[in-house]
Structure formats: structure tokens, C-alpha cells
């Protein structure tokens, strides 16, 4: 008897909406664990928390010399920076509990401009 030359290989992919747009989402065993939070929310606050402490440390001078060293518009420079204003307790929710937000980066980035005791229920549902 002659041995297969080929070897079917079954991986249970998901396919989920992120941000409006259709995502690929391979098995919790194989990815890391994000705890449901878009890794692209966690790496947005962590940009925006940098910018923030170039901005208040001197190492840049205005939003406009961040958004010509990281090559985007001062437009997305500023939309992104408001994230590093969001409510402390959207925050520890976002990176600490890892709970998927219900809205968008965009529409985190418009949260931040609300009062802290109202980004909760609007970041979160």
C-alpha cells in the first residue's frame, strides 16, 4: 500500500466584526490572549500615552512634530492623543480587565472628550 502524499490539517477560525471591519480570529489556544480587547485599542492608548509624555516632557514641541516624525497627519495625531485622556476607569477596564470596548477606535477616541463619569457607559455599553 502506497502512503498519502498529502495531510489535511483542520483549524477552527472564526471570522468577528472589529471596527467594522471582518477579522480573521484564530483559537484562543494559539493566540495570545488579549482577553477579547482589539490589539489595535491596546497599541492605539499605548502610542497616545507616548505622544502625551513627549508632549509634557519637551521632547516635542507641538502635535505637528509628532505627527511628521511618526509620518501621519496632525489630524490623526490629535484624534489618537485624546485617548491618552480617557477616564481612569475606562482605562483599567480597557488594559487591566481586558473588557472589549462596544465602540470603535474612532468613536473611543470621541469618548474621551466627554466627562469621565460618562465614558463608561458609552465606551462599554
Do not use: C
Not at 509628532?66 to 490623526?76: F, L, N, S
Not at 485617548?83 to 470621541?110: C, D, M, N, W
Amino acid at each position: 500500500m502506497s502512503v498519502p502524499t498529502t495531510m489535511r490539517v483542520f483549524i477552527p477560525l472564526t471570522i468577528r466584526k472589529r471596527n467594522g471591519r471582518p477579522k480573521i480570529v484564530p483559537p484562543a489556544d494559539v493566540a495570545p490572549d488579549t482577553g477579547g480587547v482589539d490589539p489595535h485599542v491596546l497599541k492605539a492608548i499605548a502610542k497616545a500615552w507616548s505622544w502625551r509624555r513627549k508632549l509634557e516632557s519637551g521632547e516635542a514641541a507641538t502635535l505637528a512634530d509628532i505627527a511628521k516624525a511618526e509620518d501621519v497627519t496632525p489630524a490623526y495625531a490629535g484624534r489618537m492623543l485624546k485617548l491618552a485622556y480617557l477616564a481612569p476607569a475606562v482605562l483599567e477596564k480597557l488594559v487591566i480587565a481586558r473588557v472589549p470596548p462596544t465602540v470603535s477606535v474612532k468613536e473611543l477616541a470621541q469618548a474621551a472628550e466627554m466627562p469621565w463619569v460618562k465614558q463608561v457607559a458609552v465606551v462599554f455599553g
